[in-house]
Structures are given as C-alpha cells and as structure tokens.
Nanobody
Framework: QVQLVESGGGLVQPGGSLRLSCAASGSIFSIGDMGWYRQAPGKERELVASISTRFTTRYPDSVKGRFHISRDNSKKSVYLQMYSLKPEDTAVYYC?????????WGQGTQVTVSS
C-alpha cells in the first residue's frame, strides 16, 4: 500500500524552528511533484511549499524566506524546514506527493507555535 507518513511536528515557541519530514512507502516506481500544505482550525487547507521533480520550489508570501522545502529521491522523502515561526503558523501540516501518477496525502502532523 502506497502511503506518505509525516513526522516532526510539535510545540515550539515563537521565533523557533522546526523540521518536518515525510517519507513515502510501498511499491513506488515514480515520484512526481511534492509539497506541504497546512490547515488551521476554521480555515481552508493552503499550500505552504512545493517542489517539482526538477527541484523548482514555490512558496506563498506568508512563508517565503522563513520556510525551506527539500527532497531526497533516494529516500523517497520530502522535508520542510521552518524558521522564525509565528503563532499564525499553528496548523496541521500535511505532506502531499504524486506517486505512481496518483496524488497522495499524509495523515497530518500538528505544529503549534505558542509561548
């Protein structure tokens, strides 16, 4: 069964850093674009970072300069390094990936930014 599993969420103080990881498992013969989304309570899910197969990255203005996405195809993984975290970054973060030409979501990991 193909799946994505996130790890690395938790509680961090404002201004702190956190690194999220997402690993794909199962019978995978191709990995396409990957990304991270987040959803705060009462809000729609939004893209926070994406990375193409050619390592082209894209960020919304709200996180540009603070978040950094990377991928390691040999490990079938994508990462999100977050710096200068703000309370408004609090949300459930979801990994997304195109695996075997189909889109998959991870189960989500909670990130809470609070003092």
């Amino acid at each position: 069964q193909v799946q994505l599993v996130e790890s690395g969420g938790g509680l961090v103080q404002p201004g702190g850093s956190l690194r999220l990881s997402c690993a794909a498992s199962g019978s995978i013969f191709s990995i396409g674009d990957m990304g991270w989304y987040r959803q705060a309570p009462g809000k729609e899910r939004e893209l926070v970072a994406s990375i193409s197969t050619r390592f082209t990255t894209r960020y919304p203005d709200s996180v540009k300069g603070r978040f950094h996405i990377s991928r390691d195809n040999s490990k079938k993984s994508v990462y999100l390094q977050m710096y200068s975290l703000k309370p408004e970054d609090t949300a459930v973060y979801y990994c997304y990936g195109v695996l075997n030409d189909h889109g998959y979501w991870g189960q989500g990991t909670q990130v809470t930014v609070s003092s």
